[in-house]
């Protein structure tokens, strides 16, 4: 078994073949796409691989379609979730389910979102995974005017997570 806790995050780009992720942050690889069969803009499906560092997290936006998250490697990390005006929630990211770690979070549809490490924590090893699929036209990324929308107790959650 591969002690994967040694290699550093350039290394897990390289080996998977990650590229930035422009706007959102990160880094990615589309792994499948279903395209979809009425000729629209929106496959069926998508997945992909997705890393995130200290330097560069899932900035804060949403989606028109559920999104269903998936933690394979490395260190945990804490998603925010919300809905305006004052739903919010806060999940860890991770292998350690025996204290409450997710391996997995469904993201529902149009949710604000954004994922960042866990302090201390060097690179996490994420996938995700949407039917429909992903496509530009159903991006959202925040902006300061965004959180408006959002009691303060929300807000103060999420002005971390602007990008």
Not at 66 to 90: I, K, N, Q, T, W
Not at 141 to 149: C, K, V, Y
Request: hydrophobic fraction near 40%; aromatic fraction near 10%.
């Amino acid at each position: 078994m591969v002690d994967t806790s040694a290699l550093s995050a350039n290394e897990v780009i390289d080996l998977l073949g990650l590229s930035p992720l422009a706007g959102e942050g990160g880094f990615f690889r589309e792994t499948w796409k279903m395209p979809g069969i009425d000729s629209g803009p929106d496959p069926h499906g998508t997945a992909i691989l997705y890393l995130i560092t200290p330097d560069s997290w899932s900035a804060l936006h949403r989606l028109k379609y559920d999104e269903v998250f998936h933690f394979y490697l490395g260190d945990p990390c804490r998603m925010v979730l919300a809905h305006e005006p004052d739903r919010f929630e806060s999940v860890v990211l991770g292998q350690d389910i025996s204290a409450g770690q997710r391996v997995q979070q469904v993201v529902p549809a149009r949710w604000w979102q954004g994922t960042q490490l866990a302090r201390g924590g060097r690179w996490a090893l994420l996938g995700t995974t949407m039917a429909p699929g992903f496509h530009p036209d159903i991006f959202e990324l925040a902006s300061p005017g965004a959180l408006e929308a959002f009691t303060p107790d929300v807000r103060q959650h999420l002005d971390a997570y602007l990008p």
